[in-house]
């Protein structure tokens, strides 16, 4: 069997410097891992520019089809703009290619919005399934959890976050091989009484659902503890919070820098440490757990953060190759119609 | 003259064993500066349990007046509950004693709902506050920024957010000297269509508004870039945000020190970095950044962490007789009454 994976390379802050490169990285991974499968994939973009980064890479031209496309979508422009331009897109025509069968999942750097809506109106969602989420890995101090939705959905209803609950467990589960995960609800305070209606309502839900290992609240700063395998929130709190986490890796990591460059001896002692150190940085690296699904959508499509380098394409590939493999889709519709 | 410092001893997760050093701490740290004005601290809670921990401490001993108290707020109560109670808590009476114009300022680790609750009905709110707000200070590659509100609020109109900008640009202008602070809106994205209805009118506010110096939206990975001087949030939000910040450098801390106790050339290498480290780590410890205000009150009133150790504790007592010298509420009252 041969996997095929779309990629938008003109989606995101950079296109086919980073995008392509990224590809042959996956690919690289991919053959390294001696996988059964076979692995292709389907470039929709610009094709002389496309051809110019495939000029030396004799392999990963084999393992390629391009797909011209004059039209590619901007971070600013709106969802429904890109929605009427449709399949004169590189990201609209990547996606619909899920849809026709001819790729096993979609991935893009492209906004998110528009990535989203043109998921919807070509691929579409299951049966039942309010709205698609988006999660994300976080690193702890006990591995990784997942958090959902990071900015799908601006406003949730319960009802919504219990799903998000649902299909965040078998994400888990396809990804990491946890069988019941722990799930929280992000909330400012852990007595019952906190936060929003919503949540309140959505406590009361999850309580009530025989497939959910419901553990109650949990605060920002327990995110990284591990103390739960899902965190389930709305997606506006979900997008700050991620990010939030982000950025402080950054501030950190940043003033590491200035620390070992401080002094002569500071700087002597990172050369020393500088191999068990990087272990560390890896570890809050975002680009180690770039890629993220929409789940609740009837095939795969993987939304790579905007700003990703090849290291974060090639990871957003893994996991479409990954979510394919795992027969992701499937999973979650099986699940959904069982608790339904 | 003499600034009277009300404490509530008994609040937080530690009470007397933490609070009396961090008063302690406090007083040692204010006349080691050489200040033009004497201090006193009101001491409320069990006479007995605060004798004892001032049995040793002949100077602080003179600085303190004990109020016994016989009840405390433990963290689990509703705060209509410690409402009822009032005066005869050492909370209720401690921020009564603002109020009576017996102290300057109160300091509490107690939970913030209940704490809130009793400032607004002894001390009271300037007219024309729509609510109180607390914001904080958050650690930058720059310096220090301020976002608010961090829980006192978990739903925020647009007029509040209003109010919480122009109350935050006075409280750092306070605080840091900062005259004309850049004011920006969390939010899941900068472009203009993105976030929830209220960001999205609270940015059209903001911008129709002579006094501040807006600068547009602010994605949570920007929080720590010190691009923005005031980040204006929801407490739902910011509370998640800010604990968020701080669970992410209680991990990477513990990433470091594993990485650091690695091999025996980390372990040499930690040793030869551990002086420029250490500056480093004071940057993101939140103990340094502890105390807030609610900001609107006709007094001052400062929230410690729950958690607060002495250090922490002394540095909220530390913002309490900086906002008493600087009499932040008048301050406040006057550039509202300005704007309205």
């Not at 989606?11 to 392509?20: E, L, Q, V």
């Amino acid at each position: 069997m041969t996997i095929t994976i779309s990629v938008d390379v003109m989606g995101g802050d950079y296109g086919p410097p980073k995008i392509i490169p990224g590809v042959k990285l996956a690919l690289d991974f991919y053959l390294s891992e001696n996988h059964h499968h076979n692995i292709h994939f389907l470039l929709f973009g610009d094709e002389n520019k496309i051809r110019s980064y495939l000029k030396f890479e004799t392999l990963l031209y084999k393992h390629c089809t391009i797909v011209h496309k004059d039209l590619s979508v901007s971070n600013n422009e709106k969802p429904a703009q890109i929605v009427r331009l449709g399949v004169k897109t590189s990201l609209g025509s990547a996606v619909k290619a899920v849809a026709t069968g001819d790729a096993h999942a979609v991935v893009s750097c492209a906004n998110t919005g528009a990535f989203m809506a043109l998921s919807k109106i070509y691929i579409k969602t299951f049966k039942g399934v309010l709205r698609p989420a988006i999660p994300a890995f976080i690193p702890t101090t006990k591995g990784l959890s997942l958090m959902l939705d990071l900015g799908a959905n601006i406003k949730c209803s319960p009802q919504m976050l219990l799903q998000f609950a649902l299909m965040g467990a078998i994400y888990i589960n396809a990804y990491l091989g946890i069988k019941k995960p722990t799930i929280g609800i992000l909330n400012i305070g852990i007595e019952e009484m906190k936060g929003t209606e919503a949540v309140q309502e959505a406590a009361q839900l999850f309580k009530a659902h025989k497939s959910i290992n419901y553990k109650g609240f949990i605060e920002g700063n327990k995110i990284a503890t591990g103390e739960m395998d899902v965190i389930v929130t709305d997606g506006f709190t979900g997008n700050i919070a991620l990010k939030t986490l982000q950025g402080t890796a950054t501030l950190i990591t940043h003033l590491l820098k200035d620390a070992f460059s401080n002094t002569f001896l500071s700087k002597l002692g990172y050369l020393l440490c500088k191999k068990s150190l990087s272990k560390a940085y890896k570890i809050v690296d975002k680009r180690y757990y770039n890629g993220a699904p929409f789940l609740g959508l009837r095939g795969i499509a993987i939304k790579s953060h905007g700003d990703s380098d090849a290291v974060g394409v090639a990871n957003a590939i893994k996991v479409a190759i990954e979510m394919a493999k795992n027969k992701l889709p499937e999973r979650i519709e099986k699940q959904l119609m069982m608790d339904t």
